[in-house]
């Protein structure tokens, strides 16, 4: 089974407190389950059963915490003693990931040597077998995976199932009873096969939202890096998010503040102008699915740089007409603001040394020659044959192009 980018990603947060999380497709538990008797009818899951198996199942492609549920609700559906979704198996350089629900259960190694010997590794996906499709119980009882392995466990009656997901990774699904219950019924195996079409779609939506989350995050981070802060606000006006940076800005109420839940302006005549300007951006958003982008600059009681505010209309979707949504977005750009990009990526990007780096980063954010060198604690001297070699190896002439090279460069997206 390869690995899956779904363990890279979301299932990268489950700790073992809160899961079972294994390196094998079998179980380590306490108690083991009542041996049942008689058969599973064919109707042994109502469709309200179902419904609610269904409703776990695409709670958790939203949310990686309900994947245990999901697997908990599936076991006591099928009376096993342990199910699992196998999310990434073990290899050499790396521990595995095996999201499981077993009811009462006490923690479990991180460690299966064994997990390469089991035969139900590289199954044809979208199919469901028990052991009898895979091997003779002969053959079962006598491969090192069962002796070693399973045996000891109580483990004997497996259930078992390969789903592939849009971008080819492979996940496990797997159920167990011990040898004292009955095998997996025909019935059981076709509600299992009835699962998979959901668990599949449950994967792949799941992947999508976390990759989506990941690329909203790393824009929000970009632009915070970039000193940008962005201000969400719905369709009342009503503040409903913001970035690091415009929290940052926010928080410092020097110019624009939160009040009630309400973007304001400290100033009397701003405020109006800003109030204005979301009022028109509020009623663009009713008339027309084109955005309006108007902008204006607000004073500071700290007597530094105005903030330059620009409002912008989100243009709404048929999905969320009369809903709560983002309407309004504000941009605020701290231009007075200072940044500390990471020396080593800036040295990389304009292969300068450590001083050079140093001094360069001092000057990009505004401070004389003089007075940088007096921040880096160096002669005016070194500060100048410093600036000379930057000159060199930038190709600039001047130290306002410098500035200007080193501001609109990368570098500044380094930082955490």
């Not at 668990?199 to 000193?227: C, F, G, T, W």
């Not at 962005?230 to 926010?250: F, H």
């Not at 701290?334 to 000057?363: C, M």
């Not at 954010?365 to 000159?391: C, Y």
Request: charged share 20%; hydrophobic share 40%; aromatic share 6%.
């Amino acid at each position: 089974m390869m690995e899956s980018a779904f363990a890279r990603m979301s299932f990268a947060t489950y700790t073992s407190p809160s899961i079972a999380c294994v390196l094998k497709d079998v179980p380590v538990f306490d108690k083991v389950a009542p041996a049942r008797t008689v058969p599973p009818q064919s109707d042994f899951v109502s469709a309200e059963q179902f419904s609610q198996l269904a409703s776990l199942l695409y709670e958790a492609a939203m949310d990686t915490e309900g994947w245990r549920p999901f697997l908990e609700l599936l076991r006591k559906q099928l009376g096993g003693n342990y199910a699992s979704l196998i999310v990434r198996p073990c290899n050499a350089d790396d521990v595995g990931l095996v999201v499981s629900a077993a009811g009462e259960r006490r923690d479990v190694p991180t460690g299966n040597p064994k997990i390469a010997m089991s035969p139900f590794r590289g199954l044809v996906t979208d199919r469901v077998v028990t052991v009898s499709d895979v091997m003779s119980d002969s053959e079962w009882r006598a491969s090192a995976y069962y002796s070693d392995w399973c045996k000891d466990l109580n483990v004997y009656h497996v259930l078992a199932a390969d789903v592939a997901t849009k971008d080819g990774c492979v996940y496990g699904l797997r159920i167990v009873r011990p040898e004292s219950d009955v095998n997996f019924s025909k019935q059981e195996k076709e509600f299992c096969a009835m699962v998979l079409p959901h668990l599949k779609r449950a994967l792949n939506l799941h992947l999508a939202v976390n990759q989506d989350r990941q690329v909203i995050s790393l824009y929000s981070r970009a632009m915070a890096q970039l000193m940008v802060g962005v201000v969400i606000l719905d369709q009342n006006g009503v503040v409903i998010e913001s970035n690091p940076a415009a929290t940052s800005i926010l928080d410092m109420q020097d110019g624009l503040k939160v009040t009630g839940g309400m973007l304001e302006a400290n100033y009397a005549n701003d405020n109006r102008k800003l109030q204005r300007l979301i009022r028109d951006a509020l009623m663009h958003t009713q008339v027309s699915r084109l955005s309006m982008t108007e902008g204006m600059s607000v004073s500071r009681q700290s007597g530094q740089l105005n903030w330059g505010v620009v409002v912008q209309s989100i243009s709404p979707d048929e999905w969320t007409e009369g809903k709560q949504r983002p309407s309004v977005a504000v941009f605020v750009r701290d231009t007075g603001g200072k940044a500390d990009p990471p020396v080593k990526l800036a040295q990389q990007l304009f292969q300068l040394t450590p001083a050079e780096t140093s001094l360069a980063i001092q000057l990009a954010n505004g401070l004389s020659l003089e007075e940088a060198a007096e921040a880096l604690n160096i002669r005016r001297n070194t500060a100048r044959a410093h600036l000379r070699s930057i000159f060199s190896k930038t190709g600039v002439r001047r130290q306002t192009e410098l500035v200007r090279i080193f501001l609109n460069s990368v570098a500044w997206l380094g930082n955490k």
